[in-house]
């Protein structure tokens, strides 16, 4: 079946680079997602990528996919203490119509 | 800009005791879906709604239904509330007219059942 891994936890301090890797098993998704969750608050789309393109930059933040191990990560440069939140990666479902599934979520931790 | 309003935002209610959470959308958006946030699970898709009186199951359906009698508002009831059911219930819609890509989240329903 489908399935999103990530890693739960991640602590970096300011400054530094924080990478957030994921695993998914569809491989005809066409699109792959980051979400990030404030406190408090809902999901928010940070970036996404198109299954056909391997990198993405957008400002801080770098997507790497690589189809054929079916792994996905999002690097932010740079970390700033309002980058703590939890970070979710999503797959596009295999039929059209359905909900994307999402990762369990990595909360990240930076630290001044 | 899409606008989701999810009401209540907190409610506490006793064990068997029904409960209606709902989501309205201030665009035509289609594509409607509820998903409860645990700790340790992530997000869980409940239901979903592709249109005006049409619904189907997520992964963690039972003891939920679903009704959408406008395009503009999707609600979510409990028929007779479980302590497993405490959690905090998001509504997103999607921006795509297919159904999938873009989601945008509700602020969340925090509910807790004693």
């Known amino acids: 079946g489908e399935d999103v891994e990530q890693s739960l936890f991640l602590s970096v301090r300011e400054g530094d680079s924080s990478v957030i890797n994921c695993t998914y098993t569809d491989s005809s998704s066409t699109y792959l997602y980051w979400y990030k969750q404030e406190p408090g608050a809902g999901l928010q789309l940070l970036t996404y990528i198109f299954s056909n393109m391997d990198m993405k930059q957008d400002q801080r933040l770098t997507v790497l996919l690589n189809k054929k191990d079916k792994h996905l990560s999002l690097r932010i440069a740079d970390t700033q203490t309002g980058d703590s939140a939890i970070y979710f990666c999503a797959e596009t479902p295999n039929q059209a119509g359905t909900a994307l599934i999402f990762g369990k979520g990595t909360t990240l931790s930076v630290s001044s | 800009d899409a606008g989701i309003t999810q009401s209540p935002r907190h409610k506490v209610t006793e064990t068997g005791t029904p409960v209606t959470l709902r989501c309205h959308q201030t665009?035509?958006?289609?594509?409607m879906y509820w998903y409860r946030q645990d700790p340790g699970h992530g997000l869980r898709l409940i239901h979903y709604?592709?249109?005006?009186?049409?619904?189907d199951k997520g992964e963690v359906s039972d003891g939920y239904s679903v009704s959408r009698s406008k395009t503009e508002d999707f609600l979510l009831t409990l028929e007779s509330a479980t302590s497993s059911q405490t959690s905090v219930y998001f509504c997103?819609?999607?921006?795509?007219?297919?159904?999938?890509?873009?989601?945008?989240f509700g602020e969340g329903s925090r509910l807790t059942v004693l």
């Open positions: 997103a819609i999607s921006l795509g007219t297919g159904g999938t890509g873009e989601l945008f």
């Open positions: 709604s592709y249109g005006v009186k049409d619904t």
């Open positions: 665009e035509n958006h289609r594509y």
